[in-house]
């Protein structure tokens, strides 16, 4: 199988640290220690949302990105601007910028599945098909899968 190219957002990485539910804690483990650099990726939108972590959290999670290493991806203007349009179309409310902007950043970036635990704004078939129609209403031909650590370990 040719090498697949993986966003990581925030909620995957939350399922680090201790006391997380134990079958997302191990999906999610599996998953990140999986795959050698640069099959994975992260932005600074991850990075701002980790940092909001509690201290504890936030050191388990920074412990296991500098093993395991994520290449970054660049938070583009256009990454924005297809976010905002996420928003306007009703995807998304304002509130969730950040989940609109995980998507925009896996599809302006050209990832082949973005990872995620969010079932309610990201990992759904209902929100994937919104996201699709907005990609290809504003020129976007590749759409990436949006799955969880534990579908991505079985596929």
């Not at 201790?18 to 992260?42: N, T």
């Not at 179309?89 to 609109?100: F, M, T, V, Y």
């Amino acid at each position: 199988m040719p090498e697949r190219y993986y966003y990581v957002e925030t909620s995957v990485w939350g399922m680090i640290p201790k006391g997380q539910p134990r079958e997302m804690r191990r999906a999610s483990l599996q998953f990140l220690r999986r795959f050698p650099r640069p099959a994975y990726f992260v932005s600074p939108v991850v990075l701002d949302e980790i940092s909001a972590a509690d201290e504890n959290s936030r050191s388990q999670i920074q412990e296991l990105m500098q093993s395991t290493a994520p290449t970054m991806v660049e938070a583009t203007t256009e990454a924005f601007e297809l976010a905002r349009f996420y928003v306007d179309s009703g995807i998304l409310s304002a509130r969730r910028i950040e989940d609109a902007l995980h998507v925009a950043l896996s599809t302006v970036h050209e990832m082949d599945v973005l990872v995620s635990w969010n079932h309610r704004h990201l990992a759904n078939v209902r929100k994937t098909e919104q996201y699709r129609g907005a990609k290809l209403m504003r020129g976007y031909r590749k759409t990436p899968l949006i799955l969880t650590p534990l579908e991505v370990l079985h596929e």
